[in-house]
């Protein structure tokens, strides 16, 4: 799989561009605010159906285009997969009777032809390294529920389904207990209760199929980094990821309406995950087992949305007692890591984005990173120093300069 051409129209700081990609390498160069981040956000909107940033569709329409009678932004980008080429296209335009601000939806088209979002993702996939992603290790655990959502999905449409169905679902079963909340009823009436078991059903069976993948990605995540993570520090240390799902799906609940608690490390690597059918019939008991507790507070307590994943060195949790140091180290040992991963997965490697993250690295980082670019098919990689790259790796690639949203291509004695 290979990105041949982008095509961009009123996205963020880029009112038009077409842009041919090179086979292996692209280098794009420019200073600050100039668009390298806005480039590579475009094509990780078009592998993954979501925005990097943006809290709302809105803020990927350039603001001038904003002004216009009938505002709309566009992302298109032309792939070859399997010896196919393939059209993917992302329009968005204003929701009906959106007032101002205007709210905008999505309208994805493959080959020309209207489908849903969800058929988008896996065409095009990538890996995007970005400075941020020490926070993947240091931030809250929504970032790596996220972070393990947005790589699932690129490697699997039975995940990409069931989180969409999972999500739909948690939202609806919420809104039934906050219902039920305001309206202060304990012992609940029987259409109630019918709905509530209605949504339990949904809920466990695709509950337990997001908890089945996030397993199985983090132990293969796991072998990766260690290996990874091991060659960054020259052996010095040892890195071990785990799954710490909200309940232990191996262990039926008290029935005494406390909070599961969270999975220790021996018992997480000791214990073997049980199977899909016996994890929704345990995250059914936790749901019984919670109910009251769920009335009272309105919310969903237990399931994947609740889920986290734990980076060790040495026993301690990187998360708490990791220095920044550390913590970048593992961040780039687990991109690297799925990097080899989503390669075994899918048969092929993704495309690697590389956002301005050289200059944060030192030379033995440096050195990993770019030994990774070997086995890559196609990477693109922002900086805003030339000098990041040596003249010899800049022969390598198609050098490109972006200033104010307009991308020229230079020559290698340009630079
Ligand atoms: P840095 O080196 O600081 O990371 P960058 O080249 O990566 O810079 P981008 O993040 O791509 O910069 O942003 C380029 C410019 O695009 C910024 O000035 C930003 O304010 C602007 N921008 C962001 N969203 C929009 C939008 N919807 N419309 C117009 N401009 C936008
Ligand atoms: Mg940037």
Known sequence: MRLYHLSLTNFRNYIRLELDFPARLTLLQGGNAQGKSNLL???????????????????????????????????????????????????LMPANGSGRPLNFRKQVRINGIARRALDLVGNLRVVLFVPQDIELIAGPPARRRHYLDVALCQMSRAYCR?????????AQ??????????RGITSTRS??????????????????????????FISNLDIEARVCHRQLTGGREHLQLYYVPSFDPSRRPAMNGQLPLALGYKEAMLAPFPSPVEIAEVFADHLRALYQRELTLGTTLVG?????????????DLRLYGSRGQQRTAALALKLAEVQVMTRETGEPPILLLDDVMSELD???RQMLLKTLDNITQAIITTTDWDDFTPAFRAQARLLRVSDGKIEEVSPGEV
């Not at 032309?78 to 059209?87: E, F, G, L, T, Y």
């Not at 069931?162 to 948690?170: E, I, K, P, T």
């Open 41 to 91: 956000e475009a094509i990780h909107y078009l592998a993954t159906g979501r925005a990097l940033q943006a809290e709302a569709e809105r803020e990927l329409v350039n603001w001038l285009a904003l002004e216009d009678p009938l505002p709309y932004a566009r992302v298109a980008a032309d792939i070859i997969d399997d010896h196919q080429s393939k059209r993917l296209e992302i329009t």
């Open 363 to 365: 030379a033995t980082r």
């Open 191 to 216: 259409s109630d209760q019918e709905q509530l078991r209605f949504w339990n059903e949904q809920l466990v069976e695709h509950g337990a199929l997001l908890m089945t993948e996030r397993q199985r």
């Open 304 to 316: 994947p949305h609740r889920d986290d994943l734990r980076f060790m060195v040495a026993n301690r």
């Open 162 to 170: 069931a989180l969409a169905g999972y999500s739909q679902v948690l």
């Open 173 to 182: 079963r919420n809104a039934l207990l906050r219902a039920l909340q305001e």
